[in-house]
């Protein structure tokens, strides 16, 4: 096509869609669409659900959903959640294209906005992280805490952002900026920690690097979450889960969990997800967040003064079959609820979009009934539009494939998350067992023997070796369902069957033992036998046997209490930060070798 003829069809879009006119303000073109959008295109604004790669023609049987195409043309939906990842970047990006074409093919061609969990780390849990795949691999957010360095946290944000947006993803659903203040909560991994200031610090600057220096067509939206702080759960349970579903504060301590979040306003993140978690014994509403209008209108959108997008957490109207088991929907507080009042009950709370949920047919009903009026749904979908527009959509939704397979996974990206992998190792103690000097014999739990021997000579018993390394990861306790078992929770203390075996090495020969601490994991009786202890946040083999052997520095500070036994634990208060009894390593511990 000529220039003269891509001019005339440009002027011929923008004449027919006025709200592609990219001169007009903002909320001129918002205006403008909304005013030509039915109320069936408003109401598949709210629904922001999971989706997976995939042919956009076929249901995706892995994960239990509809087809692309059912979704966005039979629906109406232009938010999607990314399950899963593809081997790279080039799969993603060519993916992301076909869903905006398909976008671009409906009436009104509204783009299509992808979301995502955290996805540079190790975690693999579909309800909360995707292992890095392509992208490049750093520790989890808590290893980051570990650093304490806002300028490399920054970084990390800035890479992520550049990764994203060349695959199409343009709405992080994190921070979490929730306070690890129960030692046994699933969620911490993903937490900068237990102490407030550092967790809004670090907070503010993962934001800016996502966001960039000013919101627009390369920024990354972040949806800062659990407002108003996920970390005070009793018994530290987790809320995805009935058992979990209240949120309790015998310290009275429900302001400084707030604390992270204002900080995050300060930064200017643009969404915020509310938890799952119902507060007890409050002055506010005793339902789960999502649905308590004390806490997102009078506590978010009054006092704080956010006019953001608020996104519900996932699955809080329909009940949902995860992995062939049944789960109830998480309307903690209002189970009685049928799913139409509940989600009258989230819109009167103040929400914009309903979480993991992609009935629309459910909301089209309330508004033919009278129970919720188009000029609410306008009120939301104006700030949903608004992001869209923002974040460059309608201009140019589409990727460069070419060159989403040489930004993701760059080499110099991956070294800088390999870099801070090193750096967030925590070593609790040392008895002048580390350094391990070069070209010792070294027996392993937990290393291939392939990485172990770029290092030193492998031996294939302790008997045999100078040194023992050992790498262990935090315990949990079994639950019933598949879902329930990516939510680590339970006691923090090592079985006997464990503890015998450390005992047993380390009688044979020094023995360093290193623990993934996804939570504070009871060590009292492991660094009692062992040489050395260390923890990581999420490091590579490679990465920890480089600190080990003295080739790179251990920069790692903890970012909470490690607790002394499970009895302090147990008579800790959940909202309470730094409140077990007698500590075995306090926060801040970490040494230099």
């Known amino acids: 096509m000529t220039d003269v003829a891509n001019r005339t069809a440009e002027t011929a879009a923008v004449t027919d869609r006025p709200w592609l006119d990219a001169s007009l303000p903002v909320d001129e073109r918002v205006s403008l669409l909304l005013d030509a959008m039915t109320i069936e295109e408003k109401v598949g604004l709210f629904f922001h659900t999971m989706i997976a790669i995939a042919d956009v023609d076929e249901p995706n049987a892995a994960f239990g959903l509809p087809s692309a195409r059912e979704f966005v043309e039979g629906r109406k939906m232009t938010h999607f959640n990314l399950l899963g990842a593809a081997p790279t970047g080039r799969e993603i990006a060519a993916w992301q294209n076909e869903i905006q074409r398909l976008a671009a093919s409906t009436r009104l061609g509204i783009p299509v906005t992808l979301s995502t969990d955290p996805r540079h780390s190790f975690s693999d849990n579909p309800g909360a992280a995707i292992m890095a795949g392509p992208f490049s691999q750093w520790p989890e957010t808590l290893g980051l805490a570990a650093i304490r360095d806002e300028e490399l946290v920054e970084r990390f944000g800035d890479i992520a952002r550049q990764e994203y947006t060349a695959v199409g993803l343009r709405v992080a659903l994190h921070p979490q900026v929730d306070l690890a203040t129960e030692p046994r909560w699933a969620r911490q991994t993903a937490t ?13 600057a993962y934001i800016r690097g996502f966001q960039g220096q000013s919101f627009g067509p390369g920024s990354v939206s972040t949806m800062t979450k659990h407002f108003p702080g996920g970390g005070p759960q009793k018994d530290g349970e987790d809320p995805h889960f009935a ?23 300060e930064a200017g993140t643009r969404q915020i997800m509310p938890y799952y978690g119902m507060p007890v014994g409050t002055e506010y509403e005793e339902v789960g967040f999502g649905f308590n209008k004390s806490v997102i209108t009078g506590l978010l959108r009054e006092r704080f003064g956010f006019d953001g997008l608020v996104c519900t957490d996932w699955g809080l109207i329909t009940d949902a079959e995860i992995f062939g088991d049944p789960h109830p929907a998480r309307a903690w507080g209002v189970e009685h609820l049928s799913p139409k009042e509940r989600m009258r009950k989230i819109l009167d709370a103040g929400a ?12 089209l ?15 939301s979908a104006a700030r949903i539009l608004r992001e869209k527009f923002e974040l460059g959509l309608f201009e140019n939704p589409y990727v460069d494939e070419d060159a989403a397979d040489e ?15 090193r750096a967030s190792v925590t070593v609790l103690t040392n008895d002048g067992t580390l350094p391990v000097a070069s070209g010792r014999k070294v027996y392993v739990e937990g290393i291939e023997p392939e990485t172990a021997a770029q290092y030193g000579e492998v031996a294939s018993s302790p ?5 023992a390394i050992l790498r262990l990861k935090a315990p949990y306790e079994q639950r019933e369902t598949a879902f329930e078992n990516f939510f680590h929770a339970g006691s923090l203390a090592f079985g006997d069957d464990v503890i015998a075996h450390v005992r047993a ?11 993934l601490v996804d939570r504070p994991a009871i060590l009292t009786e492991i660094a009692e036998a062992a040489a050395a202890v260390t923890v990581n946040w999420g490091a590579s083999a490679a990465a920890l046997l480089d600190v080990l052997t003295g080739a790179a520095e251990a920069r790692g500070r903890l970012p909470f209490d490690l607790p002394r036994s499970m009895a302090a634990v147990e008579a800790s208060r959940p909202d309470v930060p730094f409140d077990t009894a007698d500590p075995l390593f306090r926060f801040g511990h970490g040494l230099v070798i």
Do not use: N, W
Not at 195 to 204: M, N, T, Y
Not at 463 to 467: C, G, I, Q, S, T
Not at 505 to 515: G, K, R
């Open 505 to 515: 090495v380390a009688a044979a020969v020094p023995t360093v033992v290193d623990v």
């Open 352 to 363: 914009d979009q309903f979480g993991g949920e992609a009935c629309p047919d459910l909301l």
């Open 243 to 265: 058992y979990g579903r209240e949120q309790v504060y015998p310290g009275g301590r429900f302001e400084l969990h707030l604390k992270p979040f204002a900080a995050a306003f």
């Open 192 to 204: 900068f920690g237990e102490d407030a200031e550092l967790a809004g610090r670090l907070g503010a």
């Open 407 to 421: 930004i993701v996974g760059r080499s110099d990206f991956r070294a800088a998350g390999e870099a801070a992998q």
């Open 365 to 379: 009903e309330l508004v033919a009934d009278g129970a919720v009026s188009e000029e609410r749904l306008d009120v």
């Open 463 to 467: 008997e045999e070796a100078d040194v």
